[in-house]
Nanobody, 122 residues
Framework: QVQLVESGGGLVQAGASLRLSCSASGLTFTDYTMAWFRQAPGQDQFVAAISWSTSTTTADSVKGRFAISRDNTKNTVTLQMNALKPEDTAVYYC?????????????????WGQGIQVTVSS
């Protein structure tokens, strides 16, 4: 059974940093592209994706502030979020897609975590 478990969310002030982690189990981690999406009221958004070979793509809205990485020895993917803004407030989801394509649409990702809240106050 595939499980993706996010951790590291919370409440921070604007300008602060947070580091989200996603621990994956029940799959061959290196077979999967991993991604982060976020959901705010009325808005679903791709954030970043990373292939098994560590190629990455990042949404323009977070480029230069957020960075995705993975540790294939620990089956984890991390989202480092810097210079956070109130508009980054959302529930953040970790997702997995089999293969090496850096998809940016949610329908290409088969497995999802339960989500974790990130709140940025102004």
């Amino acid at each position: 059974q595939v499980q993706l478990v996010e951790s590291g969310g919370g409440l921070v002030q604007a300008g602060a940093s947070l580091r989200l982690s996603c621990s994956a189990s029940g799959l061959t981690f290196t077979d999967y592209t991993m991604a982060w999406f976020r959901q705010a009221p009325g808005q679903d958004q791709f954030v970043a994706a990373i292939s098994w070979s560590t190629s990455t793509t990042t949404a323009d809205s977070v480029k230069g502030r957020f960075a995705i990485s993975r540790d294939n020895t620990k089956n984890t993917v991390t989202l480092q979020m810097n210079a956070l803004k109130p508009e980054d407030t959302a529930v953040y989801y970790c997702a997995a897609s089999r293969g090496g394509v850096l998809y940016i649409t949610a329908d290409q990702y088969r497995y999802w975590g339960q989500g974790i809240q990130v709140t940025v106050s102004s």
